[in-house]
Each structure stands twice: as structure tokens, then as C-alpha cells.
């Protein structure tokens, strides 16, 4: 029998999802409790955890919407129209995103979003906010979250509630799930990793790159990008690989560094002033895939974001695709109230499928940023793509623009992509053969 629809929000993470969750559900009238394992930021003023930017798109704009946030972070919001190719010899090319001047994507601070949430969240009274709550473990037959205070160690449990996963790739909660019989799971690892680093604001705050744009230098085994933030500043991310030649591995001093910066990315070298201080007092981040099955156990517990499907960032939809699972999790909740399971169910339904494409999405994204966005083939393809789209606008839609710009299932959207694709294949054969005859004839 399932617990009454009146329990409390139990939120593990107050992290982006688990803060933007606690929104809704504290807008839908639910008592909410958010457990957090950091300090609270928003006191500390300290940029905490990972900071790569965000690259907000549709989904990720919607969710916000529905809690009246999405305007507001749009405000600080830098819109990128396209991505700007770099070349190793420092020439750039624009590649648009679509032929609507509106497809675009917006470059957004983690850390500045996450507070923005947590204030939202902290407003609504029905809404409690616990940080330095560390969660040791659950109870997965009763849902008692065990926490432990990270500066006192004052130990605490947490009963009588519905427990929403929201703490991450490596979250506890799954963890526990992940005793029960017959549930799945896996992870992988790319073999690259990727450190962060800046590009600072020129003279009165001005941007020194093209400020509407994601920027990429592919080197085809590598890579790295730039996101232009609101104050005239860029956040690089360099993806090398772990081990082998040209990779973190491979890099033991400043004049390494300086010398392969200057050979791979000359254009950007110049405005890195602080290259390697940040490059050796950053930290190595690691890039996996997680996926599970299921999402849910009996009307207890529910996961969300990164703690049931954690995807590698090269598509732009991981904070996205989780903004849109609290998304449709709390429209499953409102269609099914007050029968969780119900709900829990019908969530695991509709977003299993398509998330599990997301994370394909993204690693195949990977090797066509580093490897093909310099290429003349691919930049062949895109525009052919473009004109498609100009001539048949309904019949022809990019994947891309599916994927970034509608709400449409990413699993749907690569379905549909495919059928495009044969179809224009199919008529390409079809002229090809028509102006042969023609050809021909007239001969």
C-alpha cells in the first residue's frame, strides 16, 4: 500500500536538480527537505564543486519556465549562435546552430545557477534547506536516509519520507538501489579527462574572442572549448587524453605545457595569462557514462539527472535532460496524485529510452568535435543539411536543432533524423540518375 500522498520531499543533492526539483515540488504545495553535502553557498560566496559552464538550451529553459525562473537566468545568460572552428594555424569559421537566428544556446555559470535555485527554493515555506548533510546511506525497504554532519559528525536519520536521488554520477541512494535484486547497472569511462581553465576579460571588461559563439580547437585526438561568460571572460575546458603522447599524462612542466599550447592552440595561448598556474593547480576530472534500471523503488524512492543517467558533456544536454526529468517526474506526480507508483513508473517510461540515446548522443558528439567540425566533408554535410532544411522545412530537420531546440524524445529525434537521411539519399540517387539520362539523351 502506498504512503500517504501527504509525507514530505526528501531531496538527497541540492545540487542544479535537486534544487530546481525542490521548486516544483514546493510550488505543487509538497513539504520538501533538502540535504545537501556542501557548504552553503550562497553564505560562503565560493565557487564549490564543478564549474563548466552550462550550455542551457529548450529543455533546460522549460523546466525553469514552469517555476517562473527562466527569465531571470536568461538575464546573465550569454547566447551562442554557433560554434567557431579554430585551426591550428589560429583561422577561424563559423558554423551556425540553425537558420532560425533564435537557435541559439545559452552559456550559464553552474555555480551562479545553483544559487539562483537554492534561493528560489528557499522562498517557498513549505521548503527546508539542510547543508553540510552528508548521506551515508538508505534504507531502501523503510527510505530512512542516514546523514552525517560534515563538520560536527553529528549523526542523523531521516524518516517518514519520499526519497528523491538527486546527489549525482556516484550517488548513495542508487547505491543502496543497487542491492536489490534485479537491478542493472553500468558505467564507462572515456579514456580522455579534462581541466579547466580561463581565458580572462580584456581591457574594460571586453571579450576577446567572437562573444557569441562556442569556441573549439578539434586536433582530431583532442580538443578544447571555450564558453563565454557575462563578464567578458571565457571557461576553457581541455579535453586530453589520460595516458600517451599529448595527453595530461605526457605534461610534467610549465615548458612542456607552454611549448605544445603554442604548437596546438596559438591563438588562445596569447590570451592565457595564468596557463599554467591553473593548469597545474586544477585538478584532473574525469568522464563516464552511467546508466541504470530501474529509476524507482515502489512508491519510496525515485532518481533523477546524473544519479540514473550521467552522460559525457559533448552533446550540451546533461543539465538539460536532468532539468527536464524534474520536469516530467513532477507532471507525472500532478497526472497521478496521490499514486506515486504510478507516477515513478510512467516517469521511468518516458525518459529511460530517451536518455539512454542522449548518452550515445555524446560520445560519438566527442569524436565529431574533435575530429570532423575542421573537416571539409563535414562542413560539406552541414550545409547541405542547411539547405534541406531552407527548401523542406517541415519535412527536413536536423538532428541537431530536434535534439537543442524542441522537447521532442532524443531516442524520437534520432529516429526521425534517420528517415530524413534515407529519404534524401534516396532523392539525391533519383537526380543523380535523371540528370545522367538527361545527359545522354542529349548527347
Known amino acids: ?58 529543455r533546460g529553459i522549460e523546466a ?32 551556425p546552430y540553425g537558420k532560425d537566428p533564435n537557435h541559439a544556446i545559452h552559456s550559464v555559470s553552474r555555480n551562479g545557477l545553483n544559487e539562483l535555485l537554492l534561493r528560489a527554493a528557499d522562498g517557498y515555506p513549505n521548503v527546508r534547506l539542510s547543508f553540510n548533510q552528508k548521506c551515508q546511506d538508505v534504507d531502501v525497504e523503510t527510505a530512512a536516509v542516514h546523514l552525517v554532519h560534515t563538520r560536527t559528525n553529528e549523526q542523523t536519520i531521516v524518516s517518514k519520507g519520499v526519497v528523491v536521488s538527486a546527489d549525482g554520477a556516484f550517488s548513495v541512494v542508487r547505491r543502496a538501489m543497487q542491492r536489490l535484486d534485479r537491478f542493472d547497472y553500468s558505467q564507462q ?24 559563439a562556442l569556441h573549439i580547437w578539434p586536433r582530431r585526438a583532442f580538443m578544447m572549448i571555450a564558453l563565454p561568460n557575462d563578464d567578458g571572460s571565457y571557461t576553457c575546458t581541455l579535453f586530453w587524453p ?44 574525469s568522464l563516464v557514462t552511467i ?21 559525457v558533456p559533448f552533446y550540451g544536454q546533461g543539465a538539460n535532460a536532468a532539468f527536464e526529468d524534474v520536469l516530467v517526474l513532477n507532471e507525472c506526480l500532478a497526472r497521478h496524485r496521490p499514486r506515486r507508483r504510478l507516477a515513478f513508473e510512467e516517469y521511468f517510461a518516458l525518459r529511460k529510452k530517451s536518455v539512454d540515446t542522449l548518452a550515445d548522443l555524446a560520445v560519438s558528439n566527442f569524436v565529431e568535435m574533435r575530429d570532423h567540425t575542421g573537416r571539409s566533408l563535414f562542413l560539406l ?3 547541405t543539411e542547411k539547405w534541406l532544411s531552407l527548401l523542406f522545412p517541415k519535412a527536413y530537420v536536423p538532428l541537431y536543432t530536434m535534439a537543442t531546440f524542441t522537447r521532442m524524445p532524443y531516442d524520437e529525434a534520432v529516429r526521425r533524423a534517420k528517415r530524413q537521411n534515407r529519404r534524401a539519399l534516396f532523392a539525391g540517387v533519383v537526380l543523380l540518375v535523371l540528370v545522367v539520362l538527361a545527359v545522354v539523351l542529349l548527347v
Request: proline fraction near 5%.
Open 242 to 285: 589520460l595516458e600517451g603522447p599529448n595527453s595530461f599524462d605526457a605534461i610534467r612542466t610549465r615548458d612542456d605545457l607552454l611549448r605544445l599550447f603554442d604548437q596546438q592552440f596559438p591563438d588562445a595561448a596569447g590570451l592565457m595569462p595564468d596557463l599554467a598556474d591553473e593548469y597545474f593547480g586544477h585538478s584532473t576530472g
Open 189 to 212: 569511462y572515456l579514456r580522455h579527462g579534462y581541466k579547466e581553465l580561463t581565458i580572462p576579460a580584456g581591457p574594460d571588461g571586453a571579450f576577446q574572442l567572437e562573444k557569441n
Open 64 to 95: 525553469l519556465r514552469a517555476v517562473g525562473l527562466a527569465e531571470e537566468v536568461l538575464r546573465t545568460a550569454v547566447p551562442m549562435r554557433g560554434r567557431m572552428i579554430h585551426s591550428p594555424a589560429g583561422q577561424c569559421a563559423f558554423q
Open 291 to 311: 546508466r541504470c534500471s530501474p529509476w524507482y523503488w515502489r512508491d519510496r524512492i525515485v532518481l533523477l539527472g546524473d544519479a540514473c543517467h550521467a552522460v
Open 1 to 58: 500500500m502506498e504512503a500517504e500522498d501527504e509525507s514530505r520531499f526528501v531531496v538527497v543533492g541540492g545540487g542544479l536538480g535537486g534544487a530546481l526539483m525542490a521548486c516544483h515540488l514546493g510550488q505543487a504545495g509538497y513539504p520538501v527537505e533538502v540535504y545537501e553535502m556542501r557548504d552553503d553557498p550562497r553564505e560562503r560566496g565560493l565557487a564549490r564543486g564543478r564549474s563548466i559552464n552550462l550550455a542551457l538550451s529548450h
Open 381 to 383: 554535410k552541414k550545409k
